[in-house]
Nanobody, 120 residues
Framework: QVQLVESGGGLVQPGGSLRLSCAAY?????????MGWYRRALGNQRELVAT???????NYADSVKGRFTISRDNAKNTLYLHMDNLRPDDTAVYYC?????????????WGQGTQVTVSS
């Protein structure tokens, strides 16, 4: 019912920047209330990076505050994550999420993940 297509990952040097995009192709009719980015580093559990509500309210993990910016284009159902001043510990697979959990736990969709590698 919702296919999330991610792009923008890659290899960057420390201090560099990347912008991730996630396009939500929606065939059902529910409202996507929450979109977010999560990441899983090698050997670690998946962790929240940032979320944004349809209203524009954002939430960031402490580790990325001041460096990452999440945004969304509601008309296109597209999510973005602009990452500045990247560090090696930002290296992870980044996953896009779209959900409306008020409707039920089945309204929770994930992208395939895109690799971000920060290395000299």
């Amino acid at each position: 019912q919702v296919q999330l297509v991610e792009s923008g990952g890659g290899l960057v040097q420390p201090g560099g920047s990347l912008r991730l995009s996630c396009a939500a192709y929606q065939t059902s009719f529910f409202s996507i209330n929450t979109m977010g980015w999560y990441r899983r580093a090698l050997g670690n559990q998946r962790e929240l990076v940032a979320t944004i509500l349809k209203s524009g309210t954002t939430n960031y993990a402490d580790s990325v505050k001041g460096r990452f910016t999440i945004s969304r284009d509601n008309a296109k159902n597209t999510l973005y994550l602009h990452m500045d001043n990247l560090r090696p510990d930002d290296t992870a697979v980044y996953y896009c999420n779209a959900a409306n959990l008020y409707l039920g736990p089945q309204y929770d969709y994930w992208g395939q993940g895109t690799q971000v590698t920060v290395s000299s």
